[in-house]
């Protein structure tokens, strides 16, 4: 009997046929395509998490950095008591529209929860396919404010916004100024036009008036995030006298503008620093004592805590040469949110799971400030940031004052006397 | 803003765009010559600093040293790539070729990643944060070694093209590929050539830019789309027209960062670059194909 005559016989039988069987699939797809709460896999197992970060393109060297905190992170969550996670790695090669379609891929794939991705543009088109499947995303880095103002059901934020980074940057200030007993008096504004870069430059217009600085910004100076020279920058920044640099960057620009500081014979009275790039680890290996004098007003770990010294040890260990930092810290904590939510759970549904992340609650853990706990819009608003500075290839907490170690070092010193 | 500071900047802007020149070189040779768009043209140069990186951190060699040693490797590279694999295909739609180019631009970016990783790495020379002071203007020590180092490769580039017997054969192939054959001239091995002495442009190039910006897998489309922009204001195919096209393109980035928002460099090269599509669409040194 032939196929053909099989389902004949089924379909006079009134059994399965062919065109039921693709009807059916047809039918189970559109469901599974529909249905965004019906996404329940397996409970007891380790939970399936998509860690997404820039691992290649420019933002590499941070996205590599960021790993760091997941490779270190599984021993710390089984002495924590918390259930196993199994991590799926995407690479968001450090661009939105891969970002997307990495975060859709380990969706397909099976992840349960996704964590990243450490820039705001990747983390605001991922969080676009999180609230569309229904998938909870546990931002680990990432600072525009309007991800976390969109109303979205299944995006969470352990990380302070532009706006909250910048309050403590300027407050933080004032506290270095009268600390050192200096101020300076203008200041030149260059930063990067990605998505992050461009919500502070917009935040600052809005924030620094709140404050009275004691410096004007003498000329504020946008540059590409891919820019391969930054000469003209640094040439058009010193050409306005001003005392210091305030900056938000990322990494090969903050390396690209000190080498041109020191080509150009120019050392300001201070580099302030409201963004990454100057504390990475990348950064002290590639400029060596050049790295040394910037002061970025970040969010950090607060070293007082119990959780720093474990995750500190850790990162020790297994990267000797590396300080522990942001990249580190938040990524780390991202991937506390999960465990913590899987375990109160005890199941990968995805309502749920993302139920208990929106309940979390967490006290001993790494991070200045109160804790881990979510407000409505899924911002973490009690985290706060310290000012550090590269003193000796070391990062020294400097301000605020409950948690800074030493005083800052202030002028810089110059760069032709290193 | 002071004048000083406008004559810094054109005089840095200047020294860039004579590698950007360099660079561009590559492109027009082989567009001139063979036809062939090549896709790969960044990914290559690519390739040059890496080996120059490799070259400076196992043997202590100056990137400026590694010039003739990586255009060399390059040459052969470019050699065999053209003998071995572009020859086949010249014949097909210049679709098909696009295509051809640009999936070995995609194996050179996976390979670099599988050999170096995906971070940015450069070269420490004793004398990358020096410069020159010369009355008000300070001009960085690399990109001065850099520029002249072009030029000089760019120099001996023209010389070769003007007056030797293979340039002026290669020239010759260029201008017309029956007749050349009809002389008796060995087109196959001529065009082996171009490729390799497009390639090694580029592995020379590589081996400069390297003092200049740090290389990562990455790096290779931007360059490539930089040298399109370049030799289109040029002239396709005419080697004063890349460099003049470079140094072009390097001036007015430099000035528009400074007039402008440094944001607004690449704005400023796609303007220049309709600009002479509009107006003259050969290139600036280019000539009308009848």
Known sequence: MTDRNISKAAAAAGGVTRRTVVAGIGAAGMLAGTSRFSIVRAAGGPLKVGVLLPRSGVQAGIGQDCQRGVEVAGPILKELGLPELQIMNGDTESNEQTARAQAEKLIGDGAQLLVGAFDSGQSAAIAQVAEQKGIPFVINIAAAPQITEQGYKYVFRNFPTAVTILTDAFKQQKEIFKQVGSAPKSVVFLHVNDTFGSAMAGGIGKVMPKFDMPYKVADTIAYDRAARDLSVEIAKAKATGADALLVVSRLNDAILLTRELVKQRWTPEAILSMGPGWYEDQYFKTLGKLSDGPISFVPWYDPKKKLSQTLKAAMKKAYPDVNLNTNHVYTFEALLVAADAYKRAGTGDSKELTEAVRTTNITDNVSIGEGIRFDAKGQNDTVGDASIQNVGGELVVVAPEKAAVAKAVWPMPPYDKR | ?290
Do not use: W
């Open chain 2, 1 to 290: 803003m002071p004048v000083e500071l406008y004559l810094n900047v054109a005089v840095s802007g200047l020294l860039t765009g004579l590698i950007y020149g360099l660079s561009a070189l590559g492109l027009s040779v082989i567009f001139g010559v063979i036809r062939i768009v090549n896709f790969a043209h960044g990914e290559i140069m690519v390739m040059g600093m890496f080996a120059t990186l490799v070259l400076f951190r196992h043997l202590g060699i100056d990137p400026l040293y590694c010039v003739p040693i990586v255009a060399a490797a390059l040459f052969a590279f470019g050699y065999l790539l053209q003998d071995l694999v572009v020859r086949r295909i010249v014949h097909l739609p210049d679709y098909m070729q696009f295509l051809l180019m640009a999936a070995i631009a995609v194996m050179i970016v996976s390979l670099c990643l599988m050999i170096f990783g995906p971070d940015a790495q450069g070269v420490q020379v004793s004398y990358a944060y020096d410069s020159f002071q010369i009355g008000p203007l300070l001009v960085d020590k690399v990109r001065v070694y850099a520029g002249v180092a072009a030029l000089v490769v760019s120099g001996l580039l023209f010389a070769f093209f003007r007056y030797t017997d293979t340039g002026k054969a290669i020239r010759a192939c260029g201008d017309n590929q029956t007749g050349a054959l009809v002389v008796g001239l060995n087109v196959r091995r001529l065009f082996a050539l171009t490729f390799g002495i497009g390639t090694a442009c580029l592995g020379a190039a590589g081996a400069i830019l390297v003092l200049l910006i740090d290389v990562h897998p990455y790096l290779g489309p931007s360059y490539t789309l930089l040298a399109f922009i370049i030799v289109i204001i040029g002239g396709l195919g005419s080697l004063p027209g890349a460099l003049l096209g470079g140094l072009l393109i390097g001036f007015s980035e430099a000035l528009a960062g400074l007039v402008f928002q440094p944001s607004m460099k690449s704005a400023v090269s796609f303007g220049l670059l309709i600009l002479v599509l509009l107006l003259r669409p050969q290139g600036l040194m280019g000539k009308i194909s009848r």
